[in-house]
């Protein structure tokens, strides 16, 4: 094996799968940068110790299995799998203590015979889903355990206790017992609703955004509107905000004017239009 993949096996085994510091200080240039999406750069030797110290924290058993060592001039590729168990917080996620599996690559960039630069790309997204950052699960459980089939216990499951509800029309509210409290009335109201994702979510950190349809009728008294029996279909976005795999913060933006009109409790636009121009005489 040449020496410079002698020094990447050493880079994954020693640093970064048993936390030896001391390797650091004898094969890590001074001006180490590492450059990997989602989180800051570091740059120099201490920096990257305290981020090695913080992940090694954060998944105590987490270890890389390197796949494929390539090596060019003066560049070492590897292709890895990490495993471990989130412990502590990281990247701003708090403890899930859930077992993570991802993959990714590294790009080691090495000068006077030792590491000076690295490149990372991993499964970030799939290591969110891994620990509940990303709440795709969770986001199709809310549509459909609890609205589609009004299975109220699981707002319990997936909501924090100090968590955020606000949407169109809808006044804020916080915790699952208000949460509970709005669906039994939106379903109480339109006892049939039904929501559908739309397309792909958007995914960044602990943020989530995604697209939806719902339909129902309404037989019951939403908002002071008495029941109409008319049938609706509306459109909205919900954005959410994850904290310990629980949704932390939830906002709904939906066609509120489209609805009404639907229902016949408000003018459709060409006769909106011209009272409004009216109004403003």
Request: aromatic content about 10%; glycine content about 10%; proline content about 4%.
């Amino acid at each position: 094996m040449s020496a410079y993949k002698t020094l990447a096996r050493r880079w994954t085994e020693e640093i970064w799968n048993q936390g030896n510091m001391a390797t650091i200080d004898e094969i890590v240039a001074a001006d180490y940068a590492q450059h990997i999406p989602l989180i800051s750069d570091v740059h120099g030797i201490d920096a990257l110790k305290q981020y090695v110290a913080t992940q090694r924290k954060a998944f105590p058993d987490g270890r890389y299995t390197v796949l494929d060592l390539i090596e060019e001039g003066d560049r070492v590729a590897e292709r890895w799998t990490f495993r471990g168990t989130q412990r502590q917080e990281f990247l701003g996620i708090a403890a899930t203590n859930s077992a993570v599996e991802t993959t990714g690559t590294s790009t080691l960039r090495l000068a006077n015979g030792k590491v000076a630069e690295q490149w990372v790309h991993w499964d970030s997204l799939g290591w969110m889903q891994h620990v509940g950052a990303v709440p795709t699960a969770l986001i199709r459980r809310w549509t459909e355990e609890v609205f589609n089939q009004g299975n109220l216990n699981v707002i319990e499951e997936i909501w924090a206790e100090d968590a955020v509800f606000s949407g169109t029309l809808i006044p804020e509210v916080r915790g699952p017992h208000a949460v509970k409290q709005v669906v039994t009335a939106i379903r109480a109201a339109f006892p049939d609703i039904h929501y559908s994702l739309v397309g792909e979510p958007v995914v960044q950190g602990d943020r989530y955004s995604c697209r939806w349809q719902s339909t129902g009728t309404h037989t019951g008294e939403f908002m002071g509107v008495a029941p109409t029996g008319k049938h609706f279909t509306q459109t909205g976005t919900s954005t959410v905000r994850m904290k310990g795999g629980k949704i932390a913060e939830h906002y709904g933006e939906w066609d509120a004017l489209g609805f009404m009109q639907q229902l016949g409790v408000a003018p459709a636009v060409g006769r909106l239009v011209p009272a409004v121009a009216a109004a403003g005489r």
